[in-house]
């Protein structure tokens, strides 16, 4: 267990690559048009060269980020899940005929990006002296895999998690992973949930069984459609008090009403310390409490720790039903 001490998490809340390129070209439809045409690995007008392109334009933008957030003494920087995503795979406009060979285009440019981005993390982390995290497509074996990464202060690779809970689309072209991963590092020890893993309790009860300290949740969503509009913000509260670790949800800035937004820092008591509200980009900065033992109410300091005690009064034995896949109720 790390001794209790204080650091600085952030949440970037960025424009996404799809979302700036349209707000670059807003003025202009046929732009904005062709723009997807290009950048859609779904659809035969796919440009490789485009797409490689505008992807390095787009690390231009993340190097700007960075260093904005360099300037206000932050320890831990995340971004977004599918951060550097130079084009995607979705349904071809009207009109347009299907990409065939769309897997493997996406296989080669993600293994160009992934490789481009994981250095460029790492690079900017030793640059700046902040920890700086991410999900982004990676390609191993030739298989794409939506992968965290966490690059620590000397440049270095701490920590290279595979999303391992998929939602339908994401599942036809990525493969799961299949560990949780933690790295122990000087700000404690992190792990990753990307995105759809935080439906799943049983993540973050694997991560703090790893002793993790601070999760980081890279994502694009977190509140499904019949949900209460906060449900998603509640159930990151719930896993970081549940857990008595620390979380950073990053997602992209909103463009329209419907989509998430409120990228966060959660102390493990499950409290809101910074939020971005609203339809805009930027910074969720704050200081948070990591390691040490869980305390309650009028404990002296010689008491035991109430999460030590909590996680001895589980009751194994009785959990078999979740080893047992059911079929999908219809």
């Known amino acids: 267990m790390n001794q209790p001490h204080t650091v600085t998490l952030a949440a970037a809340q960025i424009w996404s690559s799809k979302t700036r390129a349209f707000r670059q070209r807003k003025a202009d439809p046929e732009r904005v048009q062709e723009h997807f045409r290009k950048y859609n690995l779904g659809a035969a007008t796919y440009d490789a060269e485009y797409a490689r392109a505008y992807g390095m334009e787009y690390l231009n933008y993340l190097t700007e980020q960075v260093d904005a957030a360099a300037t206000r003494g932050i320890d831990l920087l995340l971004f977004p899940e599918f951060c550097l995503t130079p084009a995607v795979i979705a349904d071809p406009l009207p009109g347009i005929a299907r990409n065939k060979s769309a897997i493997a285009d996406a296989v080669e440019l993600y293994t160009w990006s992934g490789k481009l981005f994981t250095d460029w993390l790492c690079a900017s982390a030793k640059r700046t002296g902040m920890f700086l995290g991410a999900s982004s497509f990676t390609v191993r074996r030739g298989k794409i895999f939506n992968t965290g990464l966490l690059a620590d202060d000397r440049g270095h690779l701490a920590l290279s998690y595979d999303k391992v809970h998929?939602?339908?689309?994401?599942?036809?072209?990525?493969?799961?992973g299949k560990t949780y991963p933690v790295a122990d590092t000087r700000l404690g020890r992190i792990g990753f949930s990307i995105c759809?893993?935080?439906?799943f309790p049983e993540h973050h009860a694997c991560l703090a069984e790893a002793g993790a300290e601070i999760v980081l949740h890279p994502s694009g969503g977190y509140t499904l459609p019949d949900e209460n509009p906060d449900m998603g913000q509640q159930r990151l509260r719930v896993r970081a008090s549940d857990h008595h670790c620390a979380i950073v949800y990053a997602c992209f800035?909103?463009?329209?009403?419907?989509?998430?937004?409120?990228?966060?820092?959660?102390?493990?008591?499950?409290?809101v310390e910074a939020c971005i509200r609203g339809k805009k980009a930027g910074f969720a900065v704050a200081k948070v409490s990591v390691g040490g033992k869980r305390s309650w109410p009028g404990d002296k300091p010689d008491a035991p720790d109430r999460e030590a005690i909590r996680r001895s009064l589980r009751r194994p034995t009785t959990?078999?039903?979740?080893?047992?896949?059911?079929a999908p109720h219809s």
């Open 166 to 176: 998929m939602p339908q689309g994401e599942i036809d072209y990525a493969e799961p």
């Open 196 to 199: 759809y893993d935080v439906q």
């Open 319 to 326: 959990y078999r039903p979740l080893l047992t896949k059911s």
């Open 253 to 271: 800035a909103p463009e329209s009403d419907w989509e998430p937004r409120e990228s966060s820092v959660i102390s493990r008591s499950g409290k």
